[in-house]
């Protein structure tokens, strides 16, 4: 049971942080049609992004095996 239970709130924490990352796009999706950012702001905006959500996710698979060997 309590295997079960680690798993879904690893599974809830995975889909979170998809989630803040495809909500992140959007918002940086809206922005570019700002014309005082330029495209490298946009690309390096984006990474960052893209990293952050990559390093949540990891940090959540490591605390689960950390917290359930």
């Known amino acids: ?4 239970t680690l798993a879904a709130v690893l599974l ?5 942080g998809v989630e803040v990352w495809v ?3 959007a918002a940086l999706a809206w922005t570019v049609s700002r014309p005082a950012l ?3 702001v946009v690309a390096t905006a ?3 992004l ?4 990559v390093g949540y996710v990891a940090v959540v698979i490591l605390l689960g095996r950390w ?3």
């Open 46 to 48: 984006g990474a960052v």
């Open 23 to 25: 909500v992140g796009i």
């Open 12 to 16: 809830a924490a995975i889909l979170l």
């Open 50 to 53: 893209t990293a952050s959500a």
């Open 38 to 40: 330029t495209g490298v």
């Open 67 to 69: 917290v359930a060997p």
């Open 1 to 4: 049971m309590a295997t079960a």
